[in-house]
C-alpha cells in the first residue's frame, strides 16, 4: 500500500490544479503585458461493534446521533468503525473523547495520532501509529486537506475525534494513489496529543508576539518584473513563457495590516519574519537555478503596482526555503520596524528570485496556497513579531 500523508495533499490531487493555475497566471500576465507590437502491505482495520452516543458537528448544524465510535482509550491505535448508511456530502465531526487541554485554533501546530480508511468497506490507507511518529501540521496554514482543518478546530488536547470527510473537502474527484480513487469520502480517527505555538521562535524571550496573517485578495498577488501584468496566483518563478520579455520573471508583493494589531504603539521590533507554510509546489529547480529568493519592504496603493512602486524602501535580504517541508522564512525586522517608527498602517513587501533566466530552458517556479492553486487567501503568509 501507497502510504497517503495528509501533508503531502499537494503532491498528489492538486498536481495538475496547479500546473493549470500556473499556465492561467502566465497566460493572463503575458496578454497583460505585450504591447501591439514503503513496501507497507495493505491494512484492514478490525470493525468495531459497540453503539454509544456521540456528538456529532456538521459545518451547518450539531446534533446527537448514535454512531458506532472508537473505544475512548487514548495512547493506543483505535479501531475505526465502519458505516452502514449512505456517505454524507457535509463534514461530520464526532467527538468520542472530548479534551480538557487547551483549543486548537488557526495558526497553532497540531501534533496529533490518526488512522484513514474508506468510508465505502473500512479499508486502512494511512496511519501515523504504524509509522511510529505522530504527525505535525500548522492548523489554517498547512497543505493538508481541507477537512482536517476544518475538523480540528476547537478540538482540546487530550481529545479523539472521528472525522468523516466527503471528497470535495479531501481528494476530490482525482483521488490520491492506489488506495484513494475518485470521489472517495474518508474517516480519519485523531487524538490531538499536544499544541504548540504559532510563533515558531521559541528562543527568543519576548513578552509580546504578534501574528499577522496576509491580506489577501485583489490587494495582493503575482505580477513581472518591471510590468503591468498580474495574476491572483501566489506564484514566483522564472519567463517560462517564451512570449515574456527578456528578463521579466514572476514575482509576488504581500500586504500585511499593522493597524490590527493594538500592541504596536511604541514597540521596538526584536524579530520580524516573513513566513509561509504553504509552498505547495516546486517545479524545476529554481531555488539552484535562479539564485536566492529575496523579499524586500514596498510601498504601494493598489495592485498591481506602479513601476515606480515597485522600487524597494529598504534592503532586501536572503529568505531560507525548505521545498520538503513546504515552508519559506524571510527576517525582515529592518523593514518592518522602519514601517512601525514611520506610523505605516501596512507594510508590504516585494519576493522574487535574484534572476528571471537560466539555460535550461524548463518552468522553475514556487507556489503558495492553502485551499486551491489560484486562491490568494489570508494566512498563506504570516508576518511573525516579537516586540519589547
Known amino acids: 500500500m501507497v502510504a497517503v500523508d495528509p501533508a503531502r495533499f499537494h503532491s498528489m490531487s492538486s498536481l495538475s490544479k496547479c500546473r493549470a493555475a500556473v499556465l492561467l497566471v502566465l497566460l493572463v500576465a503575458t496578454s497583460a503585458c505585450a504591447s501591439p507590437d514503503d513496501d507497507d502491505a495493505t491494512t484492514t482495520t478490525a470493525l468495531a461493534s459497540t453503539t454509544s452516543t456521540t456528538t456529532s458537528t456538521t459545518l451547518a448544524e450539531t446534533t446527537t446521533t448514535t454512531s458506532t465510535p472508537v473505544p475512548a482509550i487514548l495512547g493506543e491505535k483505535p479501531e475505526v468503525s465502519l458505516h452502514t448508511e449512505p456517505a454524507p456530502t457535509e463534514l461530520v465531526i464526532n467527538d468520542l473523547v472530548v479534551g480538557d487541554g487547551d483549543e486548537a485554533t488557526a495558526g497553532s501546530t497540531v501534533v496529533a495520532e490518526y488512522v484513514g480508511v474508506r ?8 496511519s501515523s501509529w504504524d509509522r511510529g511518529q505522530p504527525f505535525e501540521f500548522v492548523l489554517g496554514f498547512d497543505g493538508v486537506i ?9 478540538m482540546r488536547v487530550g481529545g479523539r475525534r472521528e472525522l468523516i470527510i466527503p471528497p470535495d ?28 505555538s504559532a510563533f515558531s521562535d521559541p528562543q527568543i524571550d519576548s513578552p509580546e508576539r504578534v501574528v499577522l496573517p496576509n491580506q489577501g485578495g485583489a490587494f495582493e498577488g503575482a505580477t513581472l518584473w518591471l510590468a503591468e501584468g498580474a495574476g491572483s496566483s ?3 518563478g522564472d519567463e517560462s513563457n517564451p512570449n515574456l520579455p527578456a528578463g521579466e520573471g514572476l514575482q509576488i508583493y504581500l500586504t500585511f495590516d499593522l493597524s490590527s494589531a493594538t500592541n504596536l504603539a511604541g514597540a521596538s521590533v526584536t524579530s520580524a519574519h516573513l513566513r509561509s507554510r504553504a509552498m505547495q509546489q516546486v517545479d524545476g529547480t529554481p531555488f539552484d537555478d535562479l539564485g536566492v529568493l ?7 496603493e493598489s495592485f498591481p503596482p506602479t513601476g515606480e ?5 529598504g534592503d532586501a535580504v536572503e529568505c531560507e526555503a525548505d521545498p520538503e517541508a513546504v515552508q519559506l522564512s524571510c527576517d525582515v525586522a529592518e523593514g518592518v520596524g522602519a514601517a512601525i517608527e514611520a506610523g505605516a498602517e501596512r507594510v508590504s513587501f516585494r519576493l522574487r528570485f535574484a534572476e528571471a533566466t ?6 522553475d517556479f514556487a507556489l503558495f496556497f492553502i485551499s486551491e492553486p489560484g486562491l490568494n487567501e489570508p494566512g498563506v503568509f504570516t508576518l511573525e513579531l516579537a516586540l519589547s
Request: no cysteine; net charge negative.
Open 146 to 154: 481541507q477537512g482536517w482543518h476544518l475538523g480540528f478546530e476547537g
Open 169 to 196: 473537502l479531501a481528494y476530490g474527484e482525482n483521488g490520491a494513489g492506489a488506495d484513494i480513487g475518485p470521489g472517495e469520502t474518508l474517516i480519519f480517527v485523531v487524538d490531538l496529543i499536544d499544541l504548540r
Open 358 to 363: 537560466d539555460s535550461d530552458g524548463e518552468p
Open 309 to 313: 512602486e515597485r522600487t524597494p524602501i
Open 234 to 236: 501566489l506564484i514566483i
Open 294 to 300: 529575496t523579499a524586500a519592504p514596498v510601498i504601494y
Open 119 to 126: 468510508y465505502r468497506d473500512g479499508v486502512q490507507f494511512d
